[in-house]
């Protein structure tokens, strides 16, 4: 009886790391539909991102699908970047920990920030979605 009940904890930790092996499986394949009609996209823990044209669309992932959907414009954005903990910062000087996001401000003086696990990865997409963005 003493040995069962010390392989009890490990019980327990093997069906924990399953349900949540199981809920990102859902979360990964609920994202893998809803991303289907978009040119680029992109999936990590804090946002869903995709863009169609000048459109940018993202949203938290969640085992249901994509939640909390904000869609943006790019032809509306007057200045685009690279935010560290909500402050701009340049690509060349991108620090190796913080909250990364691009931060996009509008004409209209509204401003968005769409989060990123990665500031490599998040670099990458300001330079691309740079191209999109009509000079003024």
Not at 112 to 123: D, K, N, Q, R, V
């Amino acid at each position: 009886m003493a040995r069962g009940l010390a392989w009890l904890p490990l019980l327990v930790l093997f069906f924990g790391l399953a349900w949540a092996g199981r809920n990102e499986y859902r979360k990964l394949e609920a994202y893998k539909e809803w991303a289907q009609p978009f040119e680029r996209a992109k999936y990590d823990i804090y946002a869903a991102l995709g863009q169609q044209g000048d459109v940018l669309t993202w949203g938290l992932p969640t085992r249901q699908g994509i939640v909390s959907v904000e869609t943006l414009n790019l032809t509306e954005v007057s200045q685009a970047g690279l935010e560290v903990n909500a402050q701009p910062v340049s690509s060349d000087e991108l620090p190796s920990k913080g909250k990364f996001s691009l931060g996009f401000t509008l004409e209209d003086g509204r401003h968005f920030s769409i989060p990123f696990t990665e500031g490599e990865m998040a670099c990458q997409w300001l330079d691309f979605l740079r191209t999109k963005i009509p000079t003024r």
